[in-house]
């Protein structure tokens, strides 16, 4: 699928996505952007529903607040690129696959899910995607997975996610090292949501989250933002360059989780947390919309995602 | 042929054989060519799939997961058995995760090879035997190289699969002679090959008859061979026959080669040179105990090295592995 105004192929698996949550080929960029978001954010919004009223088991870590780095960043990817995300990872997976079906299933613990009920909402798998539950083991995995482009002498790259909170932990460090040594295709994409689960990331973190990077040689891509639009900016930017093989790169995302860690822990001051609504993704990209258009996308979403509940309790 | 020499052809035949093997390791290029030798001269003939990296074993086999999920065939070196504890996470939570908690939908076949074990006086932390920490781990094999099996045989079956797999090799068997087992026989003893569904082979060597044997040694490695020497000695000066089975995968075990001298001897000495407590010899015993309970002539023996560090020191060292007097001492208690 090629759309229209930037020339890549956004959902390069989206075989099982429904049109109505991921958008028709050819719709508007700020539409896509908008629908997606919102497809993510009520998805999630939906999940924690359904927690409440005792249909889920387990936990999640829902990243709402977040959804414009995922849907951003996979609007620069190709089907040749792989993603590589951590635990919370639905805002990475159902923008880059669109399978919401699939999701709901996995996360209801059914054989339908992604994997079959096994891997649940952390460890999700499918075609250029994979995310795992350990801080930091996954991004030498991914520096494996740009090796193996390297190697194919294939165009793809290799993108992982982590958080402020996978500062912390040395194998990042490790891979950083060995990826720049080896101008690996690797894009490390670093989510600062400022906070590491109920630690602020002042109490976690000396020095500086840029300085990590460049001390290890990649160029770093850095924002302070949760415009879809301009994430959107920097992250074509940050692709282009690692597309030239110069060796890995860095986007920095200075953001905020609108909600809990996982569910129902939240020591956070509410009035921090006020204040960041107002810079809530989907209003702050809403507003480009006409409302009536925004209105019928909302609409959709709305529609689809309940379908896909009912399927999905159903299985 | 010495075991460095066969292993590091083996590695080479592999590499001539799948463009998607990939040799990666600390130190591992010419004119180096690895802290023991094994990959010399593999750097020269395949510039790029033999690399050395930075001191990052955590890094070093995470990368070889990313490769193994993409397609590739990537056989980690980790320089001392020690430094595994520096890639448990990858093991543990990431290689050996992957296909099953992925439903199915992926492999993750990185083999990871680490030269293990003591005697040369490298002290507490370049000489143990940690492998017992990965036995039992759902999903990984551990193997171990014996001086009785094949090399590249078994590097071919490990190939041929697509479970991760952990490769122990004692460090003390690289400069000795392989003794593989031709026409039933091993030197002057009765050998038998089985292999495993999986194309893994176990080595059962009896100086007479199974039927005359005593008993039976559970062995493998470095330990494998030390009781090898042992029992061969026994039998020529002292008459005293017991049957050595030398498995080259030691979790999960094939049993089958296992039970069947077992059941004939009905009794069972199980060798290690790790450090005694809930280890190899504990789980055999536990299984055996299961299945031959009543047939059994005595308790299954189990014999370890001392719980404690491993000193530099030759004869502190001496103390507390298991060496030649050990097992020799092991083998008398259950050969009466």
């Not at chain 1, 973190?205 to 301009?230: H, K, W, Y």
């Not at chain 1, 597309?243 to 822990?265: E, F, M, Q, W």
């Not at chain 1, 989907?282 to 995602?305: F, K, M, P, Q, T």
């Not at chain 2, 014996?146 to 952990?166: N, T, Y």
């Amino acid at each position: 699928v090629k759309h229209d105004d930037n020339g890549r192929s956004a959902m390069p698996a989206a075989d099982r996505a429904d049109a109505r949550l991921v958008g028709a080929p050819g719709e508007p960029r700020t539409e896509r952007l908008y629908r997606r978001m919102r497809f993510i954010r009520r998805f999630e919004e939906s999940l924690l529903d359904l927690f409440e009223r005792g249909l889920l088991n387990g936990t999640t870590h829902a990243c709402i607040g977040q959804e414009a780095d995922a849907v951003a960043i996979v609007e620069q990817l190709d089907a040749d690129d792989h993603m590589f995300s951590n635990h919370r990872c639905h805002g990475h997976f159902l923008a880059r696959t669109g399978d919401a079906l699939g999701l709901m299933a996995e996360i209801m613990g059914k054989p339908e899910g992604v994997c079959g009920g096994i891997g649940g909402s952390q460890h999700l798998c499918a075609s250029g995607f994979m995310s795992n539950g350990i801080q930091g083991g996954i991004v030498p995995n991914a520096a494996g997975i740009a090796l193996a482009k390297q190697l194919d002498g294939s165009a793809g790259v290799s993108v992982v996610f982590i958080g402020d909170g996978t500062l912390g932990e040395g194998v990042t460090y490790e891979t950083l090292n060995l990826a720049s040594l080896w101008r690996l295709p690797l894009v490390v994409v670093l989510e600062d949501n400022e906070w590491s689960q109920s630690t602020p990331s002042s109490a976690n973190l000396a020095g500086s989250m840029r300085d990590r990077f460049t001390a290890f040689g990649l160029q770093v891509f850095e924002i302070d933002s949760t415009d879809v639009e301009e994430i959107n900016a920097i992250a074509e930017r940050a692709l282009a360059q690692a597309r030239t093989r110069g060796g890995p790169v860095a986007i920095v995302i200075h953001t905020y989780r609108l909600c809990h860690h996982s569910k129902n822990d939240d020591n956070r001051p509410a009035e921090e947390v006020a204040a960041r609504w107002k810079l809530d993704p989907i209003e702050i990209h809403g507003r480009r919309l006409d409302s009536s258009i925004r209105a019928a996308i909302d609409v959709e979403v709305e529609s689809a995602l309940q379908d896909i509940i009912d399927r999905a309790l159903s299985l | 042929v010495i075991a460095a020499r066969a292993i590091g052809d083996a590695l080479r035949g592999a590499l001539e054989e799948d463009d998607r093997v990939i040799l990666v390791g600390e130190d591992l290029v010419d004119p180096y060519g690895g802290a023991f030798k094994v990959t010399r001269g593999l750097s020269t003939d395949f510039p790029g799939r033999v690399r050395s990296t930075p001191v990052s074993e955590g890094a070093i086999v995470g990368l070889c997961a990313g490769l193994a999920l993409s397609g590739y065939r990537p056989i980690a070196e980790i320089m001392f058995g020690d430094f595994l504890t520096l890639c448990f996470d990858q093991i543990v939570n990431h290689i050996a995760k992957y296909e099953a908690m992925y439903n199915g939908k992926v492999t993750c076949p990185v083999i990871i090879r680490t030269p293990s074990g003591g005697g040369r006086g490298y002290g507490p932390t370049h000489s143990q035997s940690l492998e017992k920490h990965f036995f039992g781990v759902p999903h990984l094999r551990v193997v171990a190289s014996s001086l009785v099996h094949d090399p590249a045989a078994v590097l071919r079956a490990l190939l041929a699969q697509d479970r991760p797999v952990l490769l122990i090799e004692h460090k003390l068997l690289y400069p000795l002679h392989l003794m593989l087992p031709a026409g039933g026989r091993l030197e002057g003893d009765i050998a038998e090959l089985q292999v495993s569904a999986g194309g893994l082979p176990t080595v059962s060597i009896r100086p007479v008859p199974r039927q005359d044997c005593w008993f039976t040694v559970l062995a493998y490695g470095y330990q494998a061979e030390l009781a090898r020497r042992v029992l061969s000695r026994l039998a020529v000066e002292e008459e005293i026959f017991g049957e050595l089975v030398v498995p080259s995968q030691i979790s999960p075990l094939d049993w089958e080669p296992i039970d069947a001298s077992v059941g004939v001897t009905r009794s069972l000495l199980v060798i290690e040179e790790g450090v005694e407590g809930f280890t190899w010899g504990s789980e055999v015993a536990a299984q055996i105990s299961s299945r031959f309970f009543g047939e059994l002539r005595r308790p299954v023996a189990t014999a370890a090295s001392d719980p404690t560090v491993i000193p530099s020191s030759k004869t502190l060292e001496a103390g507390m592995l298991m060496t030649s007097e050990r097992v020799e001492q092991a083998i008398r208690k259950v050969a009466v």
